[in-house]
């Protein structure tokens, strides 16, 4: 059950949003039915997608483009969120979306994310997953090479960096 997981992530976490990538709507009813504090935002290509989930508790739907990548999805959220006004540089996300993308899975994928903008990228602050295009990392040999150029933007990167050195 990820939506349990992201409705009790986001509450650890203090999280400004739960958002949600749908395609078909499931996703954001079954993140409802645990009715989280913080709100839930729904990103589907289908506008009537979006028209059903205006009757689901909690949904705020928003159209967007289709995507065929999972960072491209978040690119996108980062993108649209702050320019609505429904998050600001900074707040902590829950996202949760089914991977690959372009064969519709049920939901199986939970990230958590803080939003930042573009312009603040600047150079060694690296993204890990946008510079190889793998998730996974497979050679960790290579990435620790790095470390000790790269600033460390979150928990994450910390936890995978403790994992590769083991």
């Known amino acids: 059950m990820v939506s349990a997981a992201a409705v009790r ?36 290509p289908d506008p009537r997608v979006a028209r059903r989930l205006q009757l689901v508790w909690g949904a705020r739907p928003l159209l967007m483009e289709q995507v065929n990548h999972h960072d491209e999805v ?13 998050a600001s540089e900074g707040d902590t996300l829950v996202i949760l979306m089914g991977d690959p993308i372009d064969q519709r899975p049920l939901t ?25 295009g793998n998730p996974y990392l ?6 620790m ?13 910390r936890w995978w960096k403790l994992a590769a050195s083991s």
Not at 147 to 155: D, E, F
């Open 9 to 44: 992530a986001a509450d650890w976490l203090a999280a400004r949003r739960i958002v949600a990538f749908s395609q078909g709507g499931f996703t954001a009813r079954m993140i409802a039915r645990y009715r989280p504090r913080p709100p839930i935002t729904v990103f589907t």
């Open 74 to 86: 978040v690119r996108v959220v980062d993108r649209l969120l702050l320019a609505s006004g429904l």
């Open 108 to 132: 199986n994928l939970m990230r958590v994310h803080r939003v930042r903008s573009r312009s603040r990228r600047g150079p060694g602050l690296v993204d890990l997953s946008l510079m190889t």
């Open 138 to 143: 497979e050679a960790a040999s290579d990435w």
């Open 145 to 157: 090479a790095l470390w000790p150029k790269v600033k460390l933007r979150s928990r994450a990167c």
